[in-house]
C-alpha cells in the first residue's frame, strides 16, 4: 500500500516521502481501517517539524492523526466494531497518511451516515477541542467576554459559532483585515487586527480597562504575551498550541505576576482524552454528532488531493489565507 512517511525532522516539502509499504496486520484488540480521507491539520505539520509537544518520531515516520475510513479487518479480541462499519479514527503514533491504517479499536468513533466524508475526515480534534476547552476547562459562563487568537482558522471559527451558541460574547483576534467580515456574519461580537496596535490595548477599548477574564491562545509568541496582558486580574489564558515556537514572556512586567491572580494553562487534547473513560468518549462524541448536525463545530471544506500530490497538498494548507480544510484522499489515485 502507499503511505506517507518522513526519516528526519524538517520541513515537509523537504522531508515527506509517497512510499510503498506492506499491508498492516492488526494484532489484539486492533483495527485496520481504509482510509477515506485524512486532513492535513497544523498538527500533522509540527510534527513533521519535530515540534509537537513530547511526541518522538520513530523514522521512518508515519503522519496524520485523524481521518475517516471504514473498517477492513479486525484483531483477535475486537468485538464493539464491526468490517465494514464507517469510522473516525483517531491514530495518537500517525499513520492516517495512508492507503490503510492500524489503531487500538478503542479509538474508532462510528460516525452516522448523514455527516459526509469532509466533515468526518476532521471530526473529532477541532471539535472536541473546542468544546472541551470553552465548555469544561474554561467554563466559560453566559454573557462573558472570551478572547482567542487565530479567529480566522477552522477551529477559531468553531469556538465563534459554539460561543454564540452558548450565550458567551467573542473578542477576535486576526492578522489580515480579509477575514473580519466573514467572522462578524459567523456571529463574532468583535473583531481586531493585530497589526492595527497592541492586542492589549485593542481589547480594552472594546471590553474595558480591567481587562477579560477567558482567553484562548495557539499562537503565543508576541501575540500570547499581548493577550496575557489583556487579561483581567484574575484572568486565564489558555494555550492549546505553538504556531510560532516563540515564547510567551510575561515577567517582563511586574504589574502581571505580582498582582492579581492571572493564570497561564496549557490544554493538549490527546493528554486530556486520557482522563475519560470510554463511557464520557462516547458522550463527548454524541455531543460533537448534535454540534455537528447544526453546523456548529462544521469544518469548512478545502481542497482535495491523492497521497501522490501530498507536497501540492501540504503547499496549499499553509498558503495565507487559504479557505477550507484541505484533504487527502487515497482513494484519488
Not at 473578542?171 to 456571529?187: F, Q, S, T, Y
Not at 500570547?224 to 510575561?250: C, D, N, W
Request: net charge negative; no cysteine; hydrophobic share 40%.
Amino acid at each position: 500500500m502507499k503511505a506517507v512517511r518522513f526519516d528526519q525532522y524538517g520541513e515537509p516539502a523537504k522531508v515527506i516521502t509517497v512510499d510503498e509499504v506492506p499491508l498492516p496486520e492488526p494484532g489484539e484488540g486492533e483495527a485496520r481501517v481504509r482510509i477515506t480521507a485524512t486532513p492535513v491539520n497544523p498538527s500533522d505539520l509540527l510534527y513533521v517539524r519535530g515540534y509537537y509537544g513530547g511526541l518522538e518520531a520513530h523514522f521512518p515516520a508515519p503522519i496524520g492523526f485523524e481521518g475517516v475510513g471504514t473498517v477492513d479487518a479486525l484483531g483477535p479480541g475486537v468485538k464493539d466494531i464491526s468490517v465494514g462499519r464507517r469510522v473516525s479514527v483517531l491514530n495518537s503514533k500517525g499513520g492516517n497518511w495512508a492507503e490503510y491504517t492500524v489503531v487500538p479499536a478503542r479509538d474508532l468513533i462510528p460516525v452516522p451516515d448523514d455527516i459526509p466524508d469532509e466533515q468526518a475526515a476532521s471530526f473529532f480534534i477541532n471539535p472536541a477541542s473546542a468544546i472541551v476547552m470553552v465548555r469544561r476547562v474554561l467554563a466559560v459562563p453566559r454573557g462573558e467576554w472570551l478572547l482567542q487568537s487565530a479567529a480566522g482558522s477552522e477551529i477559531g471559527r468553531m469556538i465563534i459559532r459554539l460561543a454564540k451558541h452558548d450565550g458567551i460574547r467573542t473578542l477576535n483576534v486576526v492578522r489580515r483585515r480579509e477575514p473580519v467580515p466573514e467572522l462578524k456574519r459567523l456571529g463574532a461580537d468583535a473583531v481586531i487586527v493585530s497589526t492595527d496596535g497592541p492586542i492589549d490595548e485593542q481589547v480594552r477599548d472594546i471590553v474595558g480597562p480591567e481587562g477579560v477574564k477567558y482567553a484562548i491562545d495557539p499562537v503565543v509568541g508576541e501575540t500570547g504575551t499581548q493577550m496575557f496582558k489583556a487579561l483581567h486580574e484574575e484572568g486565564r489564558l489558555l494555550v492549546y498550541g505553538s504556531l510560532t515556537g516563540e515564547p510567551i514572556r510575561i515577567g517582563e512586567d511586574p504589574r502581571y505576576i505580582l498582582a492579581g491572580r492571572r493564570s497561564l494553562e496549557v490544554f493538549w487534547l490527546g493528554y486530556w482524552l486520557t482522563t475519560l473513560d470510554d463511557t464520557a468518549r462516547r458522550q463527548l462524541a454524541d455531543g460533537i454528532v448534535a454540534l455537528m448536525r447544526e453546523g456548529i463545530v462544521e469544518t469548512s471544506p478545502g481542497s482535495a488531493f491523492s497521497l501522490d500530490e501530498v507536497a501540492e497538498a501540504v503547499a496549499e494548507a499553509e498558503t495565507i489565507g487559504r479557505k477550507g480544510k484541505v484533504l487527502l484522499v487515497p482513494g484519488n489515485q
